[in-house]
């Protein structure tokens, strides 16, 4: 395996790092939309997980802009970042290099979180939270649908 294979794995840390939920809403949207990844994603195959995907990254979204919205720093928000990297880095990486993927997709991940909330701190500084939340959050998911739909492929009849 040439490292140039995870590109994708390391590129849904990178939208991990600032949006949690946003890996897995674009992976359950694309599973919808009938694409298929190269490596396993069984969870998103079952309704109630595809749905709550997609349902937790629109929230996600929306608390952003709240006063009372935490760190993504905070220990909650690290293991969201862990988690949904670690999904989507496996279900992105080649067929069979799972473990891989995941773990590239983490290792962006949680180091980038620390750096994208240095970057929104200094944004917020120069505009509101809101602002900030949503030229980022425009970014962010126009960065992971991107990554996702370079990443999949239509399911095979």
Do not use: H, N, W
Request: include cysteine; glycine fraction near 10%; proline fraction near 4%.
């Amino acid at each position: 395996m040439k490292i140039t294979e995870f590109v994708y794995s390391a590129l849904i840390g990178l939208v991990a790092s600032c949006r949690s939920m946003t890996p897995m809403a674009a992976l359950a949207a694309a599973r919808i939309a009938g694409r298929d990844t190269s490596g396993r994603l069984i969870l998103l195959d079952r309704p109630l997980f595809k749905y709550g995907a997609l349902v937790m990254g629109a929230g996600e979204l929306f608390g952003d802009k709240m006063k009372s919205a935490p760190d993504r720093t905070v220990f909650l928000g690290l293991s969201a970042r862990v988690a949904s990297a670690g999904i989507a880095g496996a279900a992105l990486a080649p067929g069979g290099e799972e473990k891989t993927g995941a773990a590239i997709a983490i290792s962006t991940a949680v180091p980038l979180a620390y750096a994208t909330l240095a970057a929104r701190k200094k944004a917020m500084g120069e505009m509101s939270q809101t602002k900030s939340g949503l030229i980022e959050d425009t970014l962010i998911v126009a960065i992971g649908a991107a990554v996702v739909f370079f990443a999949t492929r239509p399911k095979r009849v």
